[in-house]
């Protein structure tokens, strides 16, 4: 579940860094940066933490789910901010939507 928090945590930063309006002008342009758009990525990334809270939760408990969930927001955090966004940055979308699904399937598997 740890790793399915942090492929979670990943997209939900992604997402959350598409809300703003400079990463939506590198990845779309001008002609695709809009404020609807913008509202839609902020609250998929809201919802995207919350889930990967409540996952923490729900597997660790109260007692070490939340600490689990700030290990998450930190590895995958240090994974954008190092790692691709200043290397990489078309491959910050698409690895958005497949980490989650990969993490989701080892999950599955692991259980």
Request: hydrophobic content about 60%.
């Amino acid at each position: 579940m740890m790793l399915l928090a942090i492929t979670l945590s990943f997209s939900a930063f992604t997402a959350l860094s598409l809300a703003m309006n400079k990463h939506q002008l590198d990845l779309h342009g001008k002609a695709g940066a809009s404020a609807s758009r913008m509202r839609v990525w902020r609250w998929v990334g809201w919802t995207l933490l919350t889930v990967a809270f409540a996952l923490c939760v729900l597997d660790h408990g109260w007692a070490i789910g939340p600490v689990l969930w700030l290990g998450a927001l930190t590895i995958s955090g240090l994974l954008i901010a190092f790692g691709l966004y200043p290397y990489r940055p078309r491959w910050i979308a698409p690895l958005a939507w497949a980490l989650p699904v990969v993490g989701l399937a080892v999950a599955l598997v692991g259980r």
